[in-house]
Nanobody, 115 residues
């Protein structure tokens, strides 16, 4: 069974930074990509950033230039470096593992940007 565990959320002031981490474990076959999504209160889930197995990245317009998605060299893990955070970045952030055999999700980590 594949499990994803996220960490790194918390409370930060506007303009601050946070780094989210996600580690996947279990039997992972035919890896395609990993991604971060977020869901703010009373809003639809939003795709924040994606990174493919080859390292190709893509970002939502709302976070371009502020967020960076990356993967360490080994294992199925992904980071999201978030800089210049804004109150509108407040949301629960979810890690997403995409394989040819299915999609897997983390439990979510809360990010709150407030003074």
């Amino acid at each position: 069974q594949v499990q994803l565990v996220e960490s790194g959320g918390g409370l930060v002031q506007p303009g601050g930074s946070l780094r989210l981490s996600c580690a996947a474990s279990g039997r992972i076959l035919n890896f395609v990509a990993m991604a971060w999504h977020r869901r703010a209160p009373a809003k639809e889930r939003e795709l924040v950033a994606t990174i493919s197995g080859g390292g190709i990245t893509s970002y939502a317009d709302s976070v371009k230039g502020r967020f960076t998605i990356s993967r360490p060299n080994a294992n199925y893990a992904v980071y999201l470096q978030m800089n210049s955070l804004k109150p509108e970045d407040t949301a629960v952030y979810y890690c997403h593992l995409i394989t040819l055999g299915g999609n897997y999700w983390g439990q979510g980590t809360q990010v709150t940007v407030s003074s």
